[in-house]
């Protein structure tokens, strides 16, 4: 595939699937069993890393679909971010293998 394609993915659904792939079973465990709060906390440092890794702002095919799947006009690289977390968080949540059994 296209360097270009796969470091700056073009989509959230591809930049998740980077995401997921490179994480590891743990943290991803930790991650899809954190409440809305933990995850705003996690976001804080977290999304720093997003940003920085797909190019948030200049990625404008990725902040575009950012904006779709938040159903906004207008968004900021901090959003898109979290659109992207929340989303990878999604994924791992609809997997049901990663959920903490109590």
Same mark, same amino acid.
Request: glycine share 2%; hydrophobic share 45%; net charge positive.
């Given at each position: 595939?296209?360097? @270009?394609?796969?470091?700056? +993915? +073009?989509?959230?659904?591809?930049?998740?699937?980077? @995401?997921?792939?490179?994480?590891? %079973?743990?943290?991803?465990?930790?991650?899809?069993?954190?409440?809305?709060?933990?995850?705003?906390? %996690?976001?804080?440092?977290?999304?720093?890393?997003?940003?920085?890794?797909?190019? @948030?702002?200049?990625?404008?095919? @990725?902040?575009?679909?950012?904006?779709?799947?938040?159903?906004?006009?207008?968004?900021? +690289?901090?959003?898109?971010?979290?659109?992207?977390?929340?989303?990878?968080?999604?994924?791992?949540?609809?997997?049901?293998?990663?959920?903490?059994?109590?």
């Amino acid at each position: 595939m296209n360097y @270009l394609l796969d470091k700056f +993915p +073009p989509t959230v659904e591809k930049a998740v699937d980077k @995401l997921a792939a490179d994480m590891s %079973f743990a943290d991803k465990t930790r991650l899809a069993n954190m409440n809305e709060a933990a995850l705003i906390r %996690f976001h804080n440092s977290y999304g720093i890393f997003l940003r920085n890794e797909f190019r @948030l702002p200049g990625n404008e095919p @990725l902040m575009k679909s950012c904006m779709s799947t938040a159903f906004m006009r207008i968004i900021t +690289p901090e959003q898109a971010s979290y659109v992207i977390l929340k989303e990878l968080r999604a994924r791992l949540l609809a997997g049901n293998t990663l959920k903490v059994i109590k």
